[in-house]
């Protein structure tokens, strides 16, 4: 069973017995997972394999989860970036980092320089008071982190940031998820670029067919295919 919620433990301790979209037909089982403060958990698998329904079981919006998540201090302030971008049509980029604000209550002094500054370093200024529908799909990425990173949560839920970003825009959020595991926020994220994984990652969950195929470090993983010397993705294509 997911272990204590004290000082030092994880930020994000996850059993699903069971989950799905529907009442009795489970897509994923048996997934155990936990966050370290500062760590950076990698959730892969192949297409369709489970790991979007799992980040949904976590944050609570399956119509259908037997699972204990426990967040540290059972507050669960976490941040979710969705895989695609949500939005609305009718509010611009500073009007959305707005209502976030307001939805995390945080006071002027705060979101404010806080959203200039992330403007900033995701060269967004410019797109400041535009509408999101006229966003290329990058910047739309862009807003979504954007809005993640603005309430400076315990706990970031990733589900694959990485398509869409141009190499540069890649470094930058990398940079700024750094900064955020010195701070002590933990990082759960899905992704199938496995070789940023490979570098960036201190763990991973490999799901295949809505279930743990293997887990731990990337020398625990190679353990377990006994090549002592394999990258992340061979790895994954032994493993599933
Ligand atoms: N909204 C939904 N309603 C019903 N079934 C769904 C829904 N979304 C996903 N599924 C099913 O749940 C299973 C797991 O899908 P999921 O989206 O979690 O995979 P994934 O690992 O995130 O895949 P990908 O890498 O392609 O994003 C699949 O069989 C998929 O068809």
Redesign the pocket.
């Known amino acids: 069973m997911p272990g204590s919620q004290t000082e030092g433990g994880p930020v994000l301790d996850v059993f699903i017995r069971q989950a799905g979209?529907e009442q009795d037909q489970s897509?994923?089982s048996g997934i155990r997972l936990q966050v370290k403060p500062g760590g950076l958990t990698g959730l892969i698998?192949?297409?369709?394999?489970?790991?979007?329904?799992?980040i949904k079981a976590i944050i609570g919006i399956l119509p259908f989860a037997d699972a204990v998540i426990a967040f540290r201090g059972g507050k669960g302030s976490y941040a979710y970036v969705p895989?695609q971008p949500v939005y609305y049509e009718t509010l611009t980029l500073w009007e959305h980092l707005a209502l976030a604000a307001a939805v995390n209550e945080l006071p002027d002094e705060v979101w404010v320089p806080r959203s200039e500054q992330l403007l900033e370093r995701f060269r967004l200024e410019e797109a400041k008071h535009l509408l999101p529908g006229g966003f290329s799909k990058g910047m739309l990425q862009k807003m979504m982190l954007l809005i993640g990173f603005l309430s400076k949560p315990d706990v970031y839920i990733v589900d694959?940031p990485f398509i869409g970003l141009d190499p540069r825009a890649t470094r930058d959020f990398l940079s700024l998820l750094n900064e955020e595991r010195e701070r002590g926020a933990g990082i759960l994220m899905?992704t199938?670029v496995l070789d940023t994984a490979e570098k960036i990652c201190d763990d991973f969950v490999l799901?295949d067919h809505?279930r743990m195929a293997a887990e731990g470090t990337l020398d625990d993983i190679r353990g377990l295919c006994g090549r002592p010397e394999a990258s992340l993705f061979d790895c994954f294509d032994l493993l599933t």
Not at 45 to 54: D, I, L
């Open positions: 979209y897509r994923i698998g192949p297409n369709g394999a489970g790991k979007s329904t799992t895989e694959e899905s199938h799901i809505g």
